[in-house]
């Protein structure tokens, strides 16, 4: 409809002399005439400039003429058929009428109902449109509640629209909902209600008439009162037992009408708040929807009950939420959670989630608060709740109610009432149940199992969610009632242990016991970097102001000090609480030694070492507390700690022999780590990673070397620290995943796979070449035997019993003494595997540690010290074999140096003191790259060499404007610096990066890419800046086409970096340019043909580059000559040397354009014509046609008249050759007959322009009859008008068509020859009545 109104726009314009307009359209403004195209957009921002544009322009410009033409484009626009047009339009004209109130909504109204008139059938969608959105418009103005004359008819409309579902739906009655819930009550008294009497009467019929009485009902209850609505409906009220019926089918229907929208239908909520008005909510939630919308068991049903259920929450009471929350709705949402866990499947938890969300967040009584939480946690399928376990729902409980909830998880886990909880199952257990397949007691034990895994993980990821707001005593609580279950019994009741005065009404299994214990310490790694609770001006003098540390209580200890002495204090309650495992007297020891050298730790950390003191202790602590789980592996790792703490602590030591210092703590720290990372446990894992982050921060370069000792490739065979194992390959230890770490134990598994293999293969070659040491020893054994002589040749004698005997048994002897060795050999050499596959799985182990500290401290000096060790770990691994392992430990060291090292946001900035080792360390990472063998290692030491040369550079930025000419006569060598930080020194690194460069382009195998130096350059436009004289030589020079190639590459891209541009002055930019002109030119001159692909390559750099030459010189107006470059262009334009490509021609014409010589159009490729097929001039003429309309050629008919024609002519040409020799004999004219439809059937042949063409006819007569069928679609002139009558057109357009609909394809061309031939009488028939025929066709 918008194109409509456009060209209606236009035929105004084209009649400036009409008298219904005020003012000709020729004299309107353009972009008056542009804001209706705008509004008709399909971008909304368009549409709402284009409408605020044109509302100011009607306010401030005033024009009768502009007005009514608005209005009228607007109305018209109001049917449009694009579907963004229609809101658009009906938008603008509500902001137009609100605008302008003189404007009569009286004869908008008018206008509309005229322009789109219901009663033209055949515009009947367009004019329901119209209309609607012309009452959406006045509706929006906000002045049609003030015209109650236009109110009722435009309510009328509507009602009328009501009728066209079919193009409408609901949006009139929606749209009448909307201006009832508008108005006030007395206009709906006096003036609407006896007009929608109707649709109140029959509210039952559709969701839509029912929302309207229920909107009625709300917002106007004195003027329906119960008996107004008796008389309307039959009852004093809407939810009764007699409308249950009426209202299930209603609300099916709407659920069914908004399937695809996935939203409440709006009648839903309203029907609650009825129900809720009239008390009768229970009647409705459980006749209407638990029996009534569930029992179809259908999709939108069931949807439609759990949003009626998500938005029913914040205006039920307490007794009805908990009615609610124990229906059939709940247990149908359950099944449905279970049932939608397959990926294609449509899950509803996350509305549900939002539902419940919505109700917490806005919810302030606790009560109710937690009802719901206690409600949706109690729903379990066999005991396990459907829910998740970490909900973040519950960052909206208020504390009261947070505290309750905790309590009610604690309870339940102690005794656990599954009479108490909503349970339900699915129609395939249900199914099990019933045939027997479980016993009662098992399923109830697994439930209550189920449940209490649930509720440990519910209450710790409570305190793992930073966003729900908790105070230290909360933390505290559920941190003892973790602990206490997961290693300890009640046997006594004791008031000073509050854990124990609750009994456990279920014993707790020992499956029960894991998982609490799993659970307590994933607690206690979230309670290690818990940030400080409560305020901080309250926490203890003792903690450090401004560093408040992580992990640390109020009072300033920490949260693993606070729980060992909880444990301890478990521990000497020993006649009220127990060990599930108690200590031995080594555990016990071991125990109390951790907890004195705690006290020790504690009492020294007033020295000013906080940081070491709260390291040890924190390692001590954890690795005490995992004695509960793991004794017998902690007690030697706390002996070994002891030891070490002796040493690392004690300011008394005696220093060693040969002057040699006590170690630093931190090394100390880092070998206990390193020692705890070789153990097989992931706890302990856990807890070196944990202590590691802490230390990061103090670590100093011995520390860090004694990580870096454990990745060098040299010391494979004497390691530091040696790599544990479990004995007998036990099954992982308590607490730990049923798979340890299940990377790498897989690693493990595929190397030791691969590892076999190999080892099998390397057993079958060697198999093939007998030890000569065997070979030996058994001829000495047949010598002896006399089964060889002494030369080693067979002896003639022949042996007797007791001989063969005794050889025999010396041979087997032999042979199994040499089997026992080969047994020995490769149990060797698997052993020798597999500590090589512990070496490096601790290695992977290690990289944690040198990632995590990356992470840390990136701007740590050093940081700088782990380059040249991961590159040689690159280096070697890349170079050794190729397992499963070796691979992974490879991707993991790469990934670590390339994103946590090169291409991190921060680095070290202070190292004015190392800027002789750097540049050092640079020239060895660029010579490394440049001897090394694969291009891939050299690119990680030329990423590190770019790396390095940032540091060097410092963070100050390059000078954006280039500097003046004085202060560049002033400096007459280069800088040294970038800056006043800077520690680059450039004429070295010139040097250094020149000599790779030059090596890159003179040699004809070299690691290094084109792609490095790009991005040294794009990175370090100043070294660029002094590598571009290099790169310039080379693009004539270079070694081989493909090096001058990379040439045109890197210095396209680099004169394409603004900062370059920015540091040379005019003359140096000018003489640059000139000089990359003159190069270009003379590579592009030596180019023979692009035959190969380097030659290829070359050809396209240099022109573009040459083309991006020479639009400098022409933008910057530069006094460059380009005579010689226009003469290499046009050499290679008309030579053969850009080859059959299409690209190289296009940079040719590309750079030519940019010369002033336009590209001339190439006119199409037309066929050579053959003879006998040359077209006429009217007949070329004849292909010019209109564009849109299909030529006379490709419709049907008029070919196949043509072809008719054509035969006809053709028949009675060679009639009038032959009428002599009629007499000849029928004979004769059958054969001829026959050879004319066989050379008409002969397979047709290419032609002009892609038509059909006969075969080449060898007699002047056969030419002349086929000539037609040549050239029928290639135009042929078309006949004359009056050559023939139209019946006869007719007779033959009927005949073709059905022969096109009983034949195929091949019998066409034969059925309209013979149609073309016939009998002697049918020609003589055909020409008496085309007198003209014959003529035309001599």
């Known amino acids: 409809m918008a194109g409509a109104a456009r060209g209606a726009a236009g035929a105004e314009e084209q009649a400036p002399s009409s008298s219904s307009e005020p003012a000709p359209l020729l004299q309107q403004s353009r972009d008056f005439l542009d804001l209706f195209w705008g509004i008709a957009k399909p971008a909304q921002e368009e549409r709402l400039a284009a409408t605020a544009a044109l509302v100011k322009r009607l306010r401030e410009r005033p024009q009768e003429a502009e007005l009514q033409y608005a209005l009228r484009r607007l109305i018209e626009g109001l049917g449009a058929t694009r579907e963004a047009a229609r ?41 329901a449109f119209g209309n609607f959105f012309g009452v959406l418009a006045l509706f929006q103005s906000g002045r049609l509640l003030k015209d109650h004359k236009v109110l009722v008819e435009a309510v009328q409309l509507l009602q009328s629209l009501a009728q066209h579902r079919n193009h409408l739906q609901d949006l009139p009655r929606r749209t009448l909902v909307d201006i009832v819930s508008e108005i006030p009550e007395p206009v709906f008294e006096e003036v609407l209600f006896s007009i929608l009497q109707a649709d109140l009467a029959a509210a039952f019929s559709t969701p839509e008439q029912l929302q309207l009485l229920l909107v009625g009902l709300q917002k106007f209850p004195s003027v329906l009162q119960p008996k107004r609505l008796k008389k309307l409906l039959g009852s004093a009220s809407v939810v009764t037992r007699e409308t249950v019926p009426r209202l299930v089918d209603v609300l099916n229907a709407a659920a069914k009408s908004v399937k695809k929208e996935k939203v409440l239908p709006p009648v839903g909520l309203d029907l609650v708040r009825i129900a809720l008005q009239e008390g009768a909510f229970e009647l409705f939630w459980g006749e209407v929807v638990e029996n009534g919308l569930l029992e179809e068991h259908s999709g939108p049903g069931s949807y439609t009950a759990f949003r009626l259920l998500g938005s029913a929450l914040p205006l039920l009471s307490l007794e009805q939420l908990r009615v609610v929350l124990r229906g059939e709705v709940m247990r149908r949402y359950g099944d449905h959670v279970l049932s939608a866990q397959l990926p294609s499947r449509f899950k509803f938890a996350p509305e549900m989630e939002k539902y419940v969300s919505s109700f917490l967040e806005g919810c302030a009584d606790p009560e109710k608060q937690l009802a719901v939480l206690v409600a949706f946690s109690s729903l379990t399928n066999q005991g396990y709740p459907v829910v ?128 609490t214990a799993n659970a307590f310490f994933s607690l206690l790694q979230t309670l290690n970097f818990l940030p400080l609770l409560g305020e901080v001006g309250k926490m203890a003098p003792s903690l450090p102001k401004g560093k408040i540390s992580h992990g640390m209580m109020a009072d300033g200890q920490l949260w693993t000090q606070y729980l060992a002495c909880y444990a301890d204090h478990l521990l000497s309650h020993s006649k009220n609480v127990q060990p599930v495992k108690p200590f031995t007297e080594e555990e016990k020891a071991a125990w109390d030694r951790m907890l004195q050298s705690a006290d020790h730790l504690q009492q020294r950390a007033k020295d000013f070492r906080m940081a070491e003191i709260t390291a040890f202790q924190q390692l001590l602590l954890l690795v005490g507390i995992h004695l509960f789980k793991a004794p017998g592996e902690c007690v030697d790792l706390l002996s070994d700690l002891h030891s070490c703490l002796e040493k690392a602590l004690d300011k008394k030591a005696k220093k060693a022999a040969a002057g040699a210092e006590e170690p630093h703590w931190v090394e100390v720290m880092v070998e206990i780590l390193l020692t705890l990372l070789s153990q097989p446990s992931r706890l302990m894992r856990q807890v070196s990673r944990s202590v590691f982050a802490r230390i990061c921060p103090h670590l100093n370069r011995r520390a860090l070397q004694l990580i870096l000792d454990v990745l060098d490739p040299d010391q494979e065979e004497d390691g530091a620290v040696v790599v544990t194992e479990e004995a007998g390959g036990k099954r992982p230890m308590a607490g730990e995943d049923e798979s340890e770490d299940d990377s790498t134990g897989d690693d493990e598994d595929d190397s030791r796979d691969s590892s076999g293999s190999e080892d099998e293969d390397a057993d079958e070659a060697s198999d093939g070449e007998v030890d000569s040491g065997f070979r030996q020893r058994l001829m000495n054994v047949l010598q002896a035997g006399k089964a060889l002589d002494a030369e080693a040749e067979s002896s003639d004698e022949e042996l007797d019993d007791d001989a063969m005997l005794a050889l025999d048994a010396r041979l087997s002897s032999l042979f199994a003494e040499q089997k026992l060795r080969m047994q020995a050999k490769k149990q060797e050499k698997d052993k020798m595997q597999k500590e090589k596959n512990l070496r490096r799985d601790f290695k992977i182990k290690v990289l944690d540690l040198v990632e995590g500290f990356l992470t840390k401290q990136p701007e740590n000096p050093l940081v700088l010290e782990l380059m040249e060790p991961l590159l040689a770990v690159i280096e070697r691994s890349m170079s050794c074999d190729s397992t499963k392992q070796e691979q992974d430990f490879l991707h993991k060291t790469a990934d670590i140096f390339t994103n946590q090292l090169c291409r991190a946001k921060q680095y070290c900035r202070s190292v004015a003191s190392q800027a002789e080792g750097l540049h050092a360390m640079l020239e060895r990472l660029v010579q490394r790259a440049g001897r090394q063998a694969d291009s891939a290692v050299a690119l990680y030491h030329f990423s590190a060499s770019l790396y390095l040369l940032r540091v060097l550079k410092g963070n100050t930025a390059e000078p954006p404007v280039a500097l003046s000419l004085k202060k560049r006569r002033k400096v007459s060598a280069p800088p040294k610096a970038e800056g006043s930080s800077s520690c680059l020194d450039l004429a070295r690194v010139t040097r250094l990066y020149t000599e790779a460069l030059t090596s890159f382009l003179s040699k004809r195998n070299s690691p290094f890419t084109a792609t490095m130096f790009v991005d040294l350059f794009t990175r370090h436009p100043l070294v660029c800046q002094q590598l571009i004289p290099v790169v310039l030589p080379f693009i004539t020079t270079g070694a081989r086409p493909y090096h001058q190639a990379q040439a045109c590459l890197m210095l396209l891209k680099a004169l394409q970096m603004r900062e370059l541009k920015q540091s040379l002055e005019g003359p140096a930019w000018q003489e640059l340019i000139e000089d990359s002109v003159r190069q270009t030119t003379e590579s592009l001159r030596m180019v023979g043909k692009a035959v190969n692909k380097s030659l290829h390559l070359k050809l396209f750099k240099a022109l573009e580059l040459l083309a991006f030459l020479i639009k400098t010189v022409k933008e910057e107006k530069l006094p460059t000559s380009l005579e010689a470059p226009l003469a290499v262009l046009q050499d290679l334009r008309q030579s053969d040397r850009l080859g059959p490509t299409g690209r190289l021609s296009d940079l040719t014409w590309q750079a030519l354009k940019l010369l002033g010589i336009q590209r001339p159009k190439e006119e199409k490729v037309k066929v050579s014509q053959t003879k006998g097929e040359a077209r006429a001039p009217e007949e070329r003429g004849s292909r010019k046609r209109k564009k849109g309309f299909l030529p006379e050629t490709k419709k049907r008919n008029k070919k196949r008249r043509d072809k008719l024609a054509a035969a006809e002519g053709s028949t009675e040409t060679a009639e009038g050759g032959t009428e002599t020799a009629a007499a000849e004999g029928t004979g004769k004219k059958r054969r001829k007959r026959r050879r004319k439809s066989k050379q008409r059937q002969t397979p047709s042949q290419p032609g002009v322009n892609g038509t059909t063409r006969g075969p080449p006819a060898p007699h002047t007569s056969q030419t002349e009859t086929l000539r037609p069928q040549a050239v029928v679609n290639g135009a042929p002139p078309s006949p004359a008008p009056g050559s023939a009558e139209p019946g006869q057109k007719l007779q033959v357009g009927k005949r073709k068509d059905r022969l096109d609909a009983a034949l195929p394809l091949v019998k066409k061309a034969k059925a309209s020859s013979m149609a073309g031939a016939g009998g002697p009488k049918a020609r003589l028939r055909r020409k008496l009545r085309q007198p003209g025929a014959e003529d035309s066709t001599e």
Request: hydrophobic share 35%; with cysteine; aromatic share 8%.
């Open 388 to 515: 998740p376990s970490i909900w973040p729902v519950v960052k909206h409980l208020r504390p009261e109610a947070l505290q309750r909830y905790s309590s009610w998880l604690k309870d339940m886990f102690l005794r656990p009432d599954l009479s108490s909880c909503l349970e339900f199952s699915t129609s395939r257990q249900k199914k099990n149940a019933a045939e027997g397949e479980d016993g009662h007691g098992a399923t109830t034990e697994k439930s209550v199992f189920r449940l209490r895994k649930w509720l440990i993980q519910r209450l710790t990821s409570i305190v793992e969610n930073p966003q729900v707001t908790k105070d230290e005593a909360f933390v505290v609580g559920i941190a003892r009632f973790c602990f206490f279950h997961s290693f300890f019994e009640t046997k006594k009741l004791s008031r000073d242990i509050p854990e124990s005065e609750h009994r456990v009404s279920v014993p707790l299994d020992s499956e029960t016991r894991d998982a």
């Open 87 to 127: 809101p658009g339009f009906s938008l603008a004209l509500s902001q137009v009428l609100q605008g302008v109130e003189d404007i009569s909504l009286q004869s908008i109204l008018d206008q509309i109902k005229e322009k789109h008139n219901l009663q033209k059938k055949k515009l009947l969608r367009s004019a």
